[in-house]
């Protein structure tokens, strides 16, 4: 059934206002009714009672408007969704066909062909259309709803097409229950879901067998407009683009109706998703070919974890790290009895040690602490007599009088300054003497006073602790900021999380993955209490005079230990800043304090045996920050850029060299204008006038190994080029490190020392955790050196307690094997605390 009218009903409004006013709007009166007689005249408006289902082709000009009149029941406890889809048959036309469709409460139009903007404003022509309209819900139980679509052209020549409005099955979306469905950019898809009762959190799931073409999926509120187009998909909700697969998590809370859309749209271009870029021709008029973009996707909608496992997972979070302070409170306690047992067994009948008594002591050593018996290459091979035992957990007694150590310790306490010492003309050559040995002991590098070496390392705690504190606030305030930013846009691809296992709480998108670097803090914190343990009973030794604690074993310097302890929790914080909301600009916070923890462990492992010559504080933070700095530089200009390869590979080569000839030469050397006239001599009389070994042997395999690792590694990166440069500069760290590591164990146990149980349980707990977490970490289940979209490929589901997935559990072992890598440096030579500092050996 049709109407048509060849003249509309002339319109009649009566004004009665005086004066000018009245004449103005009497002259508006006639244009208005003049226009529409003049397009009474000339256009013809039919009226179309149209079916559900029904393929409506027909033709329009702009003579001609064509109405479908619509009517369909809606149910309060029914949606139901309606389709328009529209095709031009019509090949050319310069006047695309306008579609305007009134709902009750809101008014959705578009243009066929459909033009859509790509990248560089590059436009794209679709002839076929495909809308889905929104249904705002209804008030009364069932009701008759109309909605009409009008169609209607400025072209002068009839334009064919084909309209159908159709019933969309399936369009309220079930729980747990996959829908397939095809999309593309001018066809996008939307369906409803309602939350079940008793579920709060859902997690919503679109996959696909292609990559491409790349998509946008979004999450909006139930209203009227839907935006599902590429050009206004990020107007409003929450959204994020996908490849193969996409997840977000929903809370009821952020729906006022318990409902919500999930809107998927094919993009135009693929750019997003990281597909290839192309270059066209950008003409004023042009109009690109979309192509085949049709896109077979599944959703599936599944309720997400409940409160309890939230308790569930910090309750393990805490209980895996307290447990540690058990076992560790159980073990002093072990040591402690153990320690007194030993005490009682060498009192003397009166219940007086030798050390007290004064007696039984031998008359000093050559070889006692603060002296060099052999002043040249070679050390003396005559055993030294002392009444130490070589048997595990003996005491033995240092050969000086009672006034010797005195006089020591007094010395010790005065107020000395590191300078007042180094300042004396004769130091230069006594230096000279006693490191250029071929042999040294630790007695030899342990001259200076103890006051000042305690004032020098403690500088490494401050330091730390201040670059700590101005370093975390402003990173705190950033990730605050982004988290902001996510919240408030809703775009879901400026953070990488892992989205298939991101568990929110309050503001924070992925609680989980905060909540897993606890264990860094509190193991930090760990570490603190057991350095300060050990640090309060050496003092009380020192202020009792005990001749061991004065005499034996490695010196105690304890600041490198604080500064590695709060480099640690800081690491966890960091860490856990990085991951409110990790992507491509904030990494650094990840990474800038395992620098730090990599740098202070070799720096401690090298004061152990050399603590008169170990680098200061302000020069090792110095070199850190410059590492730092290049991370940065690496992050921002490293990829793909050749310079900055060279020049990085370059400047790694040199310092290797100028850090190998300072250990060499245990800092006997000068970086002048006559280095190289040194070198060529040193090369003319060692190599060219006789074939000499280097004097140093072991030293020198240590340096050889470490250079061919390092030239490795800088040849890798300049060839490889890797995209990830912030971990790549951390592994020449982490190979270095290992290296001197390996190189202090197998020096140790070739000097005739051992390592003492606890040390030895430490290390093999510690390499084992070390496997199984690199293991988690290289799983990958992110990854900014992709687009969003490629990395959301990697995302996997939790694989422990529903919680936590396996970058959790890198961050659970890794905590606690740096933990284990900080006992190892703290006992392994625990085994020479009765052994006089003359004869441990320094390599």
């Not at 309602?194 to 979004?218: A, H, L, Q, Y």
């Not at 603060?370 to 003996?394: H, I, R, W």
């Not at 700095?629 to 020049?647: E, R």
């Amino acid at each position: 059934m049709s109407r048509c009218w060849k003249s509309r009903p002339r319109p009649s409004v009566r004004l009665c206002l005086p004066g000018l006013g009245s004449v103005v709007l009497r002259v508006l009166e006639v244009l208005w009714v003049s226009v529409c007689l003049v397009h009474s005249d000339s256009s013809v408006v039919v009226q179309k009672e149209a079916q559900f289902g029904v393929s409506y082709l027909d033709t329009v000009t702009s003579h001609n408007q064509t109405i479908y009149s619509f009517n369909h029941t809606v149910s309060r406890n029914k949606t139901e969704g309606v389709r328009v889809s529209v095709e031009l048959l019509s090949e050319t036309t310069k006047s695309p066909i306008l579609f305007v469709i009134r709902q009750k409460q809101a008014v959705l139009s578009f243009q066929v062909p459909l033009i859509l903007r790509g990248l560089y404003q590059r436009k794209y022509q679709y002839t076929q259309v495909g809308r889905t309209l929104c249904q705002p819900p209804t008030l009364v139980a069932s009701e008759t709803q109309f909605f009409y679509v009008d169609v209607s052209t400025l072209s002068s020549t009839s334009v064919h097409y084909q309209l159908r409005v159709s019933r969309v099955e399936s369009f309220t979306l079930q729980t747990d229950k996959k829908f397939s469905f095809n999309a593309t950019p001018s066809q996008p898809q939307f369906f409803k879901y309602v939350f079940p009762d008793g579920v709060d959190t859902v997690i919503v799931k679109v996959n696909s067998e292609k990559n491409f073409p790349c998509s946008v999926m979004s999450i909006q509120d139930i209203q009227c407009p839907v935006y599902d187009l590429d050009n206004n998909v990020a107007f409003i909700g929450m959204y994020q683009t996908m490849t193969k697969k996409g997840a977000v998590t929903v809370q009821r809370k952020d729906f006022p109706s318990n409902s919500f859309y999930v809107v998927v749209v094919v993009k135009t271009e693929d750019e997003a998703c990281g597909g290839p870029l192309k270059f066209y021709p950008l003409l004023p008029d042009e109009l690109l070919d979309a192509g085949n973009r049709s896109k077979t996707l599944d959703v599936v909608v599944s309720p997400a974890i409940n409160s309890e496992v939230y308790v569930m997972g910090m309750l393990f979070c805490l209980g895996i790290f307290l447990s540690f302070y058990v076992l560790t409170f159980l073990v002093a306690c072990i040591e402690n009895k153990r320690m007194n047992r030993k005490r009682e067994g060498f009192l003397q009948p009166a219940d007086m040690s030798p050390a007290e008594t004064g007696k039984g002591l031998t008359p000093p050593s050559p070889y006692e602490y603060g002296s060099f018996a052999d002043n040249g290459s070679t050390m003396s091979s005559e055993p030294v007599t002392d009444s130490l035992a070589s048997a595990e957990g003996t005491y033995g007694y240092m050969e000086r009088s009672m006034d010797t150590v005195g006089r020591c310790r007094q010395e010790s306490l005065s107020s000395v300054e590191e300078d007042d010492y180094d300042t004396l003309a004769d130091i230069d050559s006594d230096k000279n003497i006693v490191r250029t040995k071929k042999y040294l002991c630790v007695s030899d590098l342990a001259r200076k006073d103890k006051r000042v070496l305690n004032k020098k390392y403690q500088i490494y705690f401050w330091n730390i602790s201040t670059i700590a504190v101005f370093y975390a606030l402003p990173v705190i305030q950033l990730v605050i900021t982004y988290q902001t930013v996510v919240n408030v846009t809703g775009n879901q691809d400026i953070c990488y999380y892992n989205f298939l296992c991101a568990h929110p709480l309050g503001a924070l998108s992925s609680f989980n993955n905060i909540l897993s670097n606890l264990g860094y803090v509190m193991l930090g914190l760990l570490f603190l209490l057991i350095v300060l343990q050990r640090d309060i009973l050496h003092n009380r030794a020192l202020m009792r005079n005990d001749i061991t604690a004065l005499e034996c074993g490695i010196p105690k310097h304890f600041g490198l230990f604080y500064a590695m302890g709060t480099a640690l929790m800081m690491e966890g914080l960091l860490s856990a800043c990085y991951h409110v909301c990790p992507n491509y600009t904030n990494f650094q916070f990840d990474t800038s304090f395992m620098y730090m923890i990599a740098g202070l462990c070799m720096l401690k492992l090298y004061q152990k045996r050399h603590p008169d010559i170990n680098a200061s504080a302000y020069t090792a933070y110095a070199c850190l920050a410059a590492v730092i700095f290049f991370s940065v530089l690496g992050v921002v200009f490293g990829k793909g850029n050749t310079a900055f390869w060279i020049v990085f590979s370059v400047i790694h080569i040199l310092a290797t060299l100028l850090l190998s000839t300072q250990l060499y030469y245990m800092g006997r050397w000068k970086l002048d204008s006559g280095i190289l006239r040194r070198m060529l001599y040193v090369i003319y009389t060692d190599c060219v006038r006789q074939c000499s070994g280097p004097m140093y042997i072991d030293r020198m395999v240590l340096l050889v190994m470490g250079n061919i690792v390092n030239w490795s590694l800088a040849a890798y990166g300049l060839i490889k080029r890797p995209n990830d440069f912030a971990s790549y500069l951390l592994a020449i760290a982490i190979c270095n490190l290992l290296l001197y590591f390996a190189f202090y164990i197998i020096m140790k146990l070739r000097s005739g020392e051992r390592i003492r149980c606890l040390a030895l349980v430490c290390i093999l707990f510690t390499a084992v955790v070390w496997g199984f977490a690199l293991f988690f970490f290289f799983q990958g289940l992110s990854t900014w050196q992709k687009t969003p979209a490629e990395s959301r490929e990697h995302n996997r589901d939790c694989i422990l307690l529903s919680f936590f997935d396996d970058h959790d559990i890198w961050h659970f072992l890794s905590s606690i094997a740096m933990f284990g890598s900080f006992l190892v440096l703290l006992t392994m030579d625990d085994d020479l605390d009765t052994v006089q500092r003359d004869k441990i050996y320094v390599f």
